[in-house]
T-cell receptor
């Protein structure tokens, strides 16, 4: 079992829909949680990060962490075709190296 | 700054040939990372450097892979000899501080080198 599991999709939704992207992890030492967005043929770019349970909002994006269930989510409200990309969760522990473990990524397609 | 610059963008080579991938990190960044991305395995860390010194190369798959960072503005990843299973997209990323923790220390990725070994 990989340390970070993520459904590769693709997830196809109509424009305006609420999107939910999820990851599960196995290592309870993980304390920092990030979401990266990767457009086709580009490198990943950091979208959001959080280090605590609960919600963090940034515009149309909300990151949610449930440490008790080892489950993290990214919600996108009012999804737009420009949100079409692969979303990767990345997680790392609090001590030592801050090098994250990435999920495989979920491909999201928002169609007009 | 132009961001992290990788070359070439695409590389097609025959099995057994030597392949060299190049990376120019963002000026002033002290960490450099090499990643490999495939559909099956996702994004995997191969090696990372701090101040030009290799810190952790445990992700390098085999002795056929080697990486160097002769100075703060240049790094190479070499595969010799290359095999079809090395086909993947290779990313270089750089950060200031042991990045990726916060927005102001995040790692910035290059556009990647798509390697195909036939």
């Amino acid at each position: 079992q990989k340390e970070v599991e993520q459904d590769p999709g693709p997830l196809s939704v109509p424009e305006g829909a609420i999107v939910s992207l999820n990851c599960t992890y196995s290592n309870s030492a993980f304390q920092y949680f990030m979401w990266y967005r990767q457009y086709s043929r580009k490198g990943p770019e950091l979208l959001m990060y959080t280090y605590s349970s609960g919600n963090k909002e940034d515009g149309r994006f909300t990151a949610q962490v449930d440490k008790s269930s080892k489950y993290i989510s990214l919600f996108i409200r009012d999804s737009q075709p420009s949100d079409s990309a692969t979303y990767l969760c990345a997680i790392h522990a609090s001590g030592g190296s801050y090098i994250p473990t990435f999920g495989r990524g979920t491909s999201l397609i928002v169609h007009p | 700054d132009a961001g992290v610059i990788q070359s070439p963008r695409h590389e097609v080579t025959e099995m057994g040939q030597e392949v060299t991938l190049r990376c120019k990190p963002i000026s002033g960044h002290d960490y450099l990372f090499w990643y490999r991305q495939t559909m099956m395995r996702g994004l995997e860390l191969l090696i990372y450097f701090n101040n030009n010194v290799p810190i952790d190369d445990s992700g390098m798959p085999e002795d056929r892979f080697s990486a160097k960072m002769p100075n703060a503005s240049f790094s190479t990843l070499k595969i010799q000899p290359s095999e079809p299973r090395d086909s993947a997209v290779y990313f270089c990323a750089s950060s200031f501080g042991q990045g990726i923790l916060r927005k102001n220390t995040e790692a910035f990725f290059g556009q990647g080198t798509r390697l195909t070994v036939v």
